[in-house]
């Protein structure tokens, strides 16, 4: 016999074994009411904890389950069903569950996954009772384990999901009753307990809140039984929100595995407590990777969605109206806006659809403004909105309005993130361009919503199709509402007239508008009486004149009025009050300003400004400032940039009330009527204004400075100097203005001019590599004034490829271009890029601002928007690009592919299917559960293959084996080129194919004998060179980098523009024609995170 002290180290594990050998053994299967003698086994007998720790444990749990019930949002009908789940009812409901089943056509699930959680929670309970008297406790295991598995039956992959959690978390939860006495002999270990507690409920929580994800999946209790309706489109959103919980879960889980740790090793009070810190260092651990999820998901959709930002907006709006105090209130009272608005939801509402209509400048965008604000102080709703712009593309079809409701839904209803992000990762475009896509996206999303209301206003800015399109769909979606879900979405349509019958509208009249418009005025008339002095207040009354006038039109006393502010004096302010003077029609007011505008300017100023209005109305996308600023100084004489010229007032200095400057920079004018009389009036002849602007972006892009060859120094001089201002608009529009801007005649000064500068052009830009495009009859008819040109082949091809790369689908900057202004592009971005990295002055810094902005690492596509709106960062910009590049993304965080990406659907597909077990071939990830069948007369074999990791089953061994390397990972086919891996023989010869006729390798020598690069094959030097440029690729050539860093200035710039100009070996002359399309040395050493100034060659911080 061997004693062992109480000190001893080795005690702990002693008792342990005592207790084991001691106790006696007992059947552990606990499931289905099958008596197995749990409830028979004896207590075993302990000195009973005091009343104070019972109070403190019971404390413990019922703050708990308080914590629980806050974050579920668990209704008092259903909590009162949890406190009548017993054990025995739950084991009822489990046979009940299983009698539907075989009833049904849906096939059996393997609900003996359910048996290891019964049985080992089961223990749990029993060994807490010992020390806790709280009968709710064992309520908030088996009542929550009801409702998941009653709403989880209703969709065969989220019921299977959830019994593999439970079979997995049982298996993980220790059989306590073994261990009973330990408890009782170490107080301290009581406490895991409770954190086995905690696990169950965030367990349950984790599952309850996903579920209710209501619309998609409404759950309600009615008595004993469980009312579902499910809506198709919850599957998906199902799948994507489980998936983004097994982090937690898995958390949780780990949570598990370490109160089993502790329970089935005896450990000392000091080593719990080391446990226990650990335990809440994971916790901490497990926040932050949940916000830095999050965070990431959250950027990318944001970038994919590129939504307008409706917010800003709609701030300016609620500045505009603050002048008048509750504005809008009659709209507000109106009977058929109150049956709309219904902040309870209580009652049905007959008619969701509702259109506010009036006449052009009625305020109808400020009352829109008003109902948003009104309907955002209705608690528990999700409110999204959107303001309609004509000309702009982001505001003025249903993509933009699309994009933009989603982002504010998403904002409201963050457990929609998985989904999105999942939707991102799949699409391959950088930005959200598929109507179905969106459509498909709102309807889940919408779907998932209790209260939406949804305002659009401006739908007459849209194009006819454009609108049509717009109110329609949302028509649709509600009209296609169950009754239940009815009640639950309201939307309001706004614009100049009710343009779709049955649907109630408001009228927007003189009548309606008085009261918002008579304070409007009257503040105006004591501004303006603030400036000139008091006036006689009957002959000059200014607010009742304006008032009559107006009639209900806010964008005529609001024009009015600051032209009248705008006189220069008394005597000129009563000569414009006269009735004689005063207009009447809001044309005569447009006429008033621009009158104004240009008799008070010189005439060389008019000219400019005429000019720069031409611009404003006909560009082809919203202009900023400083893009003005930068064409207005063009000289194309003396082909230069020179800022001598530029306008020295501000926008609303030179054209008063005419034009708005946004947040943005961007230039608009105050109005759609503004744009409509500008027009009419002849004001602004847009073919002269696409002329100037096709003139101006040909000349410009034809400078000097523009030239392929032109060396980095004077790049970079040029950048400094603001010679680029202008260049991302030229670049992307000059094709666009070309076309419009041709004059109709076949001859005269100005088309002969405007051929001369393009044949200028195309011939200073054709590039040797460019790839013939079919031209078509469109193209052709367009250019067909330049029919004499002897350039017209080129002329053809620059046009045809610059509609392909501007289209939806155009995938620049490639070398088949017909144009080298991609690597124009390409090259002096690179140097306005390494200059951020540069140290400015403040005073340099607001110049260069004043010229590019702050976002100068910009898209090369110029097709996207980002091509001009550029990003801070160049991680922003990188990402950006990766996803043009390789666009299919892997939706599970932490994988690589995640960042890096695929090159199509399929094998994204491939990917998923074989590193995440997530088969996305035939849209399920989950298998479908056995159906019944009906016998057939042909012979099927029979699937007696079976995995023991899944529910699959094959017919051949073979498939099987190739089946089981999906578990374990093994990749047993390795190609003979590049040595990469795969699991499928097929797969590996399809890869090795791929190898074949490739020239271009990323690969070269070093001069210690080794070699650079991973060995990836390309079949063009663009693509090559595309890959080089990628952050994979500038890891590849970065020991290059390192060897000529280390070697000095001098060998680097005997090497030239080339950085390849040293390689030896078969690759060398590839590698020589792909440099040629990479930045010089200099600028591609920033581009690698490496520090030119250092000797020692060491990478930046």
């Not at 649709?476 to 614009?495: A, G, K, P, T, Y």
């Not at 003077?581 to 044309?587: A, G, H, Q």
């Not at 063009?1020 to 050539?1037: E, F, M, V, Y």
Request: contains cysteine; hydrophobic residues 35%; proline residues 4%.
């Amino acid at each position: 016999m061997v004693k062992f002290t109480r000190g001893s180290p080795l005690s702990d594990v002693v008792i342990s074994k005592l207790l084991s050998i001691l106790s006696s053994p007992k059947d552990e299967g606990c499931v289905y009411g099958r008596s197995t003698g749990c409830d028979q086994l004896p207590r075993i007998a302990s000195t009973p904890p005091t009343p104070a720790y019972q109070d403190t444990i019971r404390d413990t749990f019922k703050a708990s389950i308080m914590r629980f019930k806050r974050a579920t949002g668990i209704t008092e009908i259903e909590e009162a069903d949890f406190k009548t789940t017993s054990l025995d009812e739950l084991h009822k409901f489990i046979r009940s569950m299983q009698g539907e089943q075989e009833q049904s056509n849906e096939g059996l699930q393997n609900m003996n996954r359910l048996d290891s959680f019964l049985t080992s929670v089961t223990q749990y309970t029993m060994v807490t009772g010992d020390f806790l008297v709280f009968s709710d406790f064992e309520y908030f295991i088996w009542g929550p384990v009801k409702y998941v598995l009653r709403v989880a039956s209703a969709l065969p992959d989220a019921y299977n999901s959830i019994l593999d959690a439970y079979q997995e978390i049982g298996e993980l939860i220790p059989r306590l009753l073994t261990s009973r006495q330990l408890f009782t002999m170490r107080p301290f270990l009581r406490e895991i307990l409770t954190l086995m507690y905690d696990d169950i409920m965030d367990f349950h929580c984790a599952a309850i809140r996903l579920f209710k994800q209501r619309r998609g999946f409404l759950v309600t209790i009615v008595s004993d039984n469980y009312e579902l309706t499910q809506n198709t489109d919850w599957k998906k959103l199902f799948r994507a929100s489980w998936r983004s919980k097994l982090p937690e879960i898995d958390y949780i889980k780990q949570n598990m595995r370490r109160n089993r740790r502790v329970v089935e090793n005896p450990i000392t009070l000091a080593e719990f407590e080391e446990i226990q810190n650990h335990r809440q260092t994971a916790m901490n651990a497990s926040g932050r990777e949940k916000i830095a999820r999050d965070d990431q998901c959250q950027a990318m959709v944001r970038q994919w969605l590129s939504a307008f930002p409706c917010d800003e907006e709609q701030d300016r709006h609620r500045n505009t109206r603050s002048i008048c105090p509750d504005s809008g209130r009659w709209l507000l009272d109106h009977e058929n806006f109150q049956k709309w608005f219904d902040p309870d939801f209580l009652t049905f509402c007959p008619s969701p659809l509702l259109w506010l209509a009036g006449i052009p400048g009625a305020g109808k965008t400020i009352l829109a403004s008003v109902v948003v604000d009104a309907v955002k102080s209705v608690n528990d709703s999700t409110v999204a909105f959107f303001f309609c712009k004509y000309g702009d593309k982001l505001r003025n079809a249903f993509i933009g309005v699309a994009r933009s409701l989603l982002a504010q839904v998403l904002a409201q209803n963050p457990h929609l993130l998985p989904y999105f992000y999942e939707q991102a990762s799949l699409s391959k475009d950088t930005i959200l361009t598929s109507n179905a896509t969106a459509k498909e996206m709102l309807r889940t999303a919408l779907d998932s919503c209790t209260k939406t209301y949804l305002i659009i206003d401006g739908l007459d800015e849209c194009g006819r199709h454009d609108g049509k399109e717009i109110v329609s769909w949302f028509q649709n979606l509600i009209e296609d509402l169950s009754s239940e879900q009815m009640n639950s979405i309201r939307c309001l349509f706004v614009s100049q007239d009710d343009a779709a019958c049955g649907i109630p509208s408001i009228k927007v009249t003189a009548l309606e508008n008085r009261g918002d418009l008579s304070y409007f005025v009257s503040v105006w008339h004591k501004q303006i009486e603030a400036k000139f002095g008091e006036l006689r207040s009957k002959e000059y009354h200014i607010a009742n004149i304006l008032l009559a006038r107006a009639q209900g039109m806010f964008i005529f006393a609001e024009l009015m009025a600051k032209y009248l502010e705008d006189q220069p004096h008394r005597a000129s302010l009563l000569e414009e009050l006269g009735p004689e003077r005063f207009p009447v029609k809001l044309d005569t007011v447009y006429s008033r300003i621009i009158q104004r505008v240009f008799d008070s300017r010189g005439s060389n100023l008019a000219i400019h400004m005429r000019q720069v209005l031409g611009w404003i109305v006909c560009a082809k996308r919203p202009l900023r400032w400083r893009e003005i600023q930068g064409a207005i100084c063009i000289d194309m004489e003396q082909q230069l940039v020179d800022y001598d010229k530029q306008l020295l007032d501000s926008p609303k200095g030179l054209f008063a009330a005419l034009v708005e400057m946004q947040a943005d920079g961007t230039v608009e004018l105050v109005h759609g009527t503004a744009r409509e009389y500008l027009v009419e009036t002849k004001t602004v002849q847009a073919e002269d204004a696409n002329y100037s602007l096709s003139m101006l972006c040909l000349a410009y892009l034809a400078f000097p400075q523009f030239d392929q060859h032109r060396n980095d120094d004077d790049i970079a001089v040029d950048i400094r100097n603001g010679s680029h201002a202008f260049y991302d608009y030229a670049s992307a529009c000059w094709a666009m203005h070309l076309q419009s801007g041709i004059p109709e005649t076949e001859s005269g000064d100005r088309l002969n001019q405007l051929q001369e500068t393009l044949e200028a052009f195309v011939e200073l830009h054709s590039s040797s590599s460019a790839k013939p495009l079919q031209i078509s009859q469109k193209v052709k008819g367009t250019l067909a004034p330049m029919h004499k040109s002897e350039s017209l082949r080129k002329i053809l091809q620059a046009v045809a490829w610059h509609r392909k790369q501007t289209g939806t689908h155009g995938h620049g900057p490639t070398a088949d271009d017909a144009l080298d202004l991609w690597q124009i592009t390409e090259k002096s971005r690179a140097i306005l890029e390494y200059m951020s990295s540069q140290s400015f002055s403040n005073s340099e810094m607001r110049e260069m601002n004043q010229f590019y902005g702050s976002n100068w690492f910009k898209c090369p596509r110029i097709n996207c928007c980002f091509y001009h709106q550029g990003f801070s960062t160049l991680n922003q910009r990188q990402l950006h690009v990766s996803k043009h590049e390789r666009p299919f993304l892997c939706f599970v965080i932490g994988c690589h592919m995640a960042s890096f990406g695929c090159t199509t659907d399929n094998e994204l597909k491939g990917h998923l299917f074989e590193y995440h077990g997530i088969d996305m071939f035939d849209d399920t990830e989950f298998p479908d559960p056995p159906k019944r069948q009906r016998p057939d007369k042909q012979t099927i074999s029979e699937a007696k293959f079976h995995c023991d990791q899944c529910p699959k089953t094959f017919t051949r061994r073979h498939n099987l084996n190739t089946h089981l390397r999906t578990h374990t990972g093994q990749r047993p086919y390795e190609c003979a080129v590049c040595g990469a891996d795969f699991t499928r023989k097929f797969e590996r010869d399809r890869h090795e194919q791929g190898h074949q006729n490739r020239e271009y390798m990323c690969q070269g020598n070093l001069k210690d004998g080794s070699t650079w690069g991973c060995k990836a094959s390309f079949t063009r030097t663009d693509t090559l060179a595309t890959h080089l440029k990628s952050r994979t690729g500038r890891n590849c050539i970065q020991p290059l980098m390192l060897e000529r860093l280390q070697e000095g200035t001098e060998q680097n710039e005997a090497g030239g523009q080339n950085i390849f100009t040293n390689q030896s070996g078969s690759n060398s002359e590839a590698l020589l024609a792909v440099g040629k399309l990479l930045p010089s040395f200099e600028v591609f050493l920033h581009l690698c995170g490496l520090d030119k100034s250092s000797s020692t060659a060491k990478a930046m911080p």
